[in-house]
């Protein structure tokens, strides 16, 4: 165990592809943590799917040592941080196990919306800030423009930020001597009973759950009986130790200290990130840590298999995903339209998207998935309220007294030349403006309050289109304010597909109808039958479309000759159905139940 004068607990905290798991390689293989054989292009994204979207998902941390140029041997936890807004409770909850954070910014790009949003975490959680300009081997990178910048914007001093390239390690020692310089070594009492914080975990099959943990105070050891304060859930700590970046038993964790524990649980429900680790016999003594919040899932969906009789291998690819990931929320679901399926909850768009592909490529289930939805806050005429998270679950409208949905603040980072269309953008999705702030003469901070079921849909895809990729986004949750809403439903073949119905502002009821009736038409393939497609509010239809008849076999065209061929074509035909639902006797695609999020503006 290290004194705590020499221990330094840190973060690298960046906006998303600035270079953060690219300079944490670099430290790990400074130090001698990691050989640059073993250095995998980024150890720190384990995940497959991390890796091949570039992101980092889950929290992790690594210790190293290091010999200052003070001739003193220090300990340094290196925890990292996931890099996308649909996690910063994780990221707070990472902040918080730290006392500095190294601040990376992308030479070529400037300060962003998510460099902002974390570094305004980093504050909060008190941390020494080092800036880190990163990329300076690039010939478009601006160093000094930047340095001005972190000026500028930040408030730190030009002469602080170290300039760096992860890719060719240029600055790696120089970070190193700041993180030992410049960040306080760990607080806290190791004569206090025990109190660590856990900030992430993650299932093993032989230990249970294996929580990350800070110690904040007190020492803890190995086959100590330990007890979660939030949960109340008790265990004897099984394994205590530190990832270099593989788990290391050491036996024990001190005061400052960062490592994990392997606790036995069989759910990281147990173990919730944010929660405090004590001993039973001081659970009345001390106090918990502050923040713990159980994640929210603010993003709903319904998750159908393809096949049916996929159905319980669906709950068991559920069931084991959430063995992992406490945000992750479901239960079971039926759908007129499309069967057994489950309701999902989710962090945001991104985490629906991973967990969505994580199904399909780990479990081998072809999934369909609903539009996604809000949670709305629905009060009704005998005053009762309740949340309602699926548009067909709705009640019926002459019930509802009132409906209120959340509201998210924004923040956008863009070149000026953007902010006419930006405000277009925003405007039409019934943003309302808040205020606009110019960073350097061509950059600026523009924040808006906006409807998150308006966010969900394409929304970043938009803003990425009208600025050319120039503009970053970051949001946060805002409160819940009432609306005028009405439920659209689609009528398939004369049959509401529940699957389909949606909940939209009364304004944008009728365009929105038009639109995605002309939309389906393109989606829904063409039948024996003609099949007509209408958009309805109650009993009114808004809108109608019809999809023709099929004249021809697709067959017809081998001429009854080519055997492979006509193979191939059936073949083909089969993969395009793997994707679709019969619904009354028409098949719709998945593409159709996404439609909502591509109707463009
Ligand atoms: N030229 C150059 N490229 C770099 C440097 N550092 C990182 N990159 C590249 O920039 C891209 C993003 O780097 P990452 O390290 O994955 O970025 P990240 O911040 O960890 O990204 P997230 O995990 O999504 O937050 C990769 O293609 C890196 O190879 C650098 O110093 N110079």
Same mark, same amino acid.
């Given at each position: 165990m290290t004194d705590q004068a020499h =221990?330094?607990?840190?973060?690298? =905290?960046a906006h998303i592809d600035h270079g953060k798991s690219t300079l944490a390689d670099r430290l790990l293989e400074f130090t001698g943590?990691?050989?640059k054989r073993e250095l995998m292009a980024q150890t720190l994204d384990q995940m497959e799917l991390e890796r091949e979207k570039g992101i980092t998902i889950k929290a992790q941390a690594v210790r190293m040592r290091y010999t200052a140029l003070d001739g003193e041997e220090y300990e340094l936890n290196l925890i990292d941080t996931p890099g996308h807004v649909d996690f910063t409770y994780e990221v707070s909850r990472s902040l918080a196990a730290c006392e500095g954070a190294l601040l990376v910014i992308d030479a070529t790009q400037g300060i962003e919306a998510q460099t902002l949003a974390n570094l305004y975490l980093a504050l909060e959680a008190d941390l020494s800030i080092i800036p880190v300009i990163n990329k300076i081997d690039l010939p478009s990178a601006e160093p000094e423009k930047v340095r001005q910048e972190v000026e500028d914007v930040i408030g730190i001093p030009k002469e602080e930020c170290i300039l760096a390239s992860a890719k060719e390690g240029t600055g790696t020692q120089d970070i190193? $001597?700041?993180?030992?310089?410049?960040?306080?070594? %760990?607080? /806290?009492?190791?004569?206090? %009973? !025990?109190?660590?914080l856990v900030f992430d975990s993650h299932y093993d099959a032989y230990k249970g759950v294996i929580a990350y943990v800070r110690v904040v105070d007190g020492q803890l050891h190995q086959d100590e009986r330990v007890v979660m304060m939030a949960t109340g859930s008790t265990t004897d700590i099984l394994e205590a130790g530190y990832f270099h970046p593989r788990l290391i038993s050491a036996g024990a964790l001190t005061t400052g200290e960062v490592g994990y524990i392997a606790t036995g649980f069989k759910n990281v429900k147990d173990c919730r990130v944010g929660d405090t680790v004590t001993l039973p016999s001081a659970l009345t003594r001390? $106090?918990? !840590?502050? /923040?713990?919040q159980p994640a929210k899932p603010m993003v709903f969906a319904g998750l159908y298999p393809v096949e049916g009789n996929d159905y319980p291998l669906l709950r &068991?690819?559920? &069931?084991?995903?959430q063995l992992n990931d406490a945000s992750l929320f479901y239960e079971p679901e039926t759908s007129g339209a499309l069967g057994f399926g489950f309701r999902c909850g989710f962090l945001g768009l991104l985490h629906m998207e991973i967990i969505q592909e994580r199904l399909e490529r780990e479990?081998? !289930? &072809?999934?369909l998935a609903t539009a996604p939805s809000v949670a709305y806050l629905v009060t009704k005429t005998d005053g009762t309220t309740m949340e309602v998270d699926n548009p067909s679950a709705m009640p019926s409208f002459g019930d509802i007294e009132k409906i209120e949905e959340p509201w998210m603040d924004i923040s956008i980072f863009t070149p000026s030349r953007y902010i006419g269309t930006i405000m277009d953008l925003v405007t039409t999705r019934r943003g309302t403006y808040k205020d606009l702030k110019y960073i350097e003469a061509e950059r600026v901070l523009l924040t808006y309050s906006m409807p998150?079921?308006?966010l969900i849909i394409d929304f970043y895809d938009q803003l990425k289109t009208r600025t050319q990729g120039y503009a970053s986004l970051d949001y946060s949750f805002g409160g819940y304010h009432e609306s005028d809403l009405v439920k659209l439903d689609i009528l398939v073949n004369g049959v509401a597909v529940d699957a389909l119905s949606l909940i939209v502002h009364r304004e944008k009821a009728y365009h929105q109808g038009r639109a995605l009736v002309e939309k389906l038409r393109g989606l829904i393939p063409r039948q024996l039958f003609e099949v007509p497609i209408q958009a309805a509010i109650g009993s009114r239809v808004i809108s109608r479309e019809t999809v023709k008849a099929m004249r021809k076999d697709v067959l017809a065209k081998c001429y009854g000759g080519d055997i492979t061929r006509k193979r191939k074509l059936l073949e083909k035909q089969k993969e395009g159905k793997k994707r679709m639902k019969i619904v009354g006797n028409v098949e719709i695609p998945q593409e159709a139940?996404?439609?909502v999020l591509s109707l463009g503006e």
């Open positions: =221990i330094r607990n840190f973060c690298i =905290i943590t990691v050989s190193l $001597e700041a993180i030992v310089k410049l960040v306080q070594p %760990p607080k /806290g009492e190791v004569e206090q %009973p !025990l109190r660590a001390v $106090e918990p !840590l502050s /923040g713990y &068991d690819a559920l &069931d084991r995903l479990y081998n !289930l &072809d999934i998150l079921a308006e139940f996404m439609a």
